[in-house]
């Protein structure tokens, strides 16, 4: 089994920046994949960006420019750098990785923008 703990949620005003952070620890043996996704309420959890092992990376097209996601393997931790934030990024932020077939997930951090 694999823990996830995310950090760094917040209240920001319109333009600011938040940076998020997801801690994994347990069993891990080798991380393929790890992603941020987010839901806000009424609405269907989307994949903000995401990360391989290899460093390729792919983001949702309304964060691409204002967020970026990284990872450092030594620590078993990722982030997801959130600058330019706006009121539609207002949501649950989730981490989430993929160790060979299985997935875990974090509990969740609040990011709330506001205008």
């Known amino acids: 089994q694999v823990q996830l703990v995310e950090s760094g949620g917040g209240l920001v005003q319109a333009g600011g920046s938040l940076r998020l952070s997801c801690v994994a620890s347990?069993?891990?043996?080798?991380?393929?994949?790890m992603g941020w996704y987010r839901q806000a309420p009424g609405k269907q959890r989307e994949l903000v960006a995401e990360i391989t092992s290899g460093g390729s990376t792919n983001y949702l097209d309304s964060v691409r420019g204002r967020f970026t996601i990284s990872r450092d393997n030594a620590k078993n931790t990722g982030y997801l750098q959130m600058n330019s934030l706006q009121p539609e990024d207002t949501a649950v932020y989730y981490c989430?990785?993929?160790?060979?077939?299985?997935?875990?997930w974090g509990q969740g951090t609040q990011v709330t923008v506001s205008s």
């Open positions: 347990g069993r891990i043996i080798s991380i393929i994949r």
């Open positions: 989430k990785v993929r160790q060979f077939y299985d997935d875990y």
